[in-house]
Nanobody, 116 residues
């Protein structure tokens, strides 16, 4: 069983930056892609960014393009989300999601609050 542990969340002022990390532990055969989702109060969970482990191809939600950067360290089974120019509307619980061979895992979620 694979567990994902997130870190790096917190409170930041508008215009500030945060970097989230998510590391997988357990028996890992192969990770196909890594993703970050977020869920704001009263809203559905939405996909923020995706990165493939093989080529490092990335995809972003339109609202974060140019501000967020997803990256990965395959050797450490870790994905990062560098968030710059944060806005109040980025406030949400952020979840990492990994797709493995025949399985998937979710992190427990980490709070990001953008407020002055």
């Amino acid at each position: 069983q694979v567990q994902l542990v997130e870190s790096g969340g917190g409170l930041v002022q508008p215009g500030g930056s945060l970097t989230l990390s998510c590391t997988a532990s357990g028996t890992i055969i192969r990770i196909y892609f890594m993703e970050w989702y977020r869920q704001a109060p009263g809203k559905q969970r939405e996909l923020v960014a995706t990165i493939t482990t093989s080529l490092g191809s990335t995809h972003y939600q339109d609202s974060v393009k140019g501000r967020f950067t997803i990256s990965r360290d395959n050797a450490k089974s870790t994905v990062y989300l560098q968030m710059n120019s944060l806005k109040p509307e980025d406030t949400a619980v952020y979840y990492c999601h990994f797709a493995f061979t025949g399985a998937e895992s979710w992190g427990q979620g980490i709070q990001v609050t953008v407020s002055s």
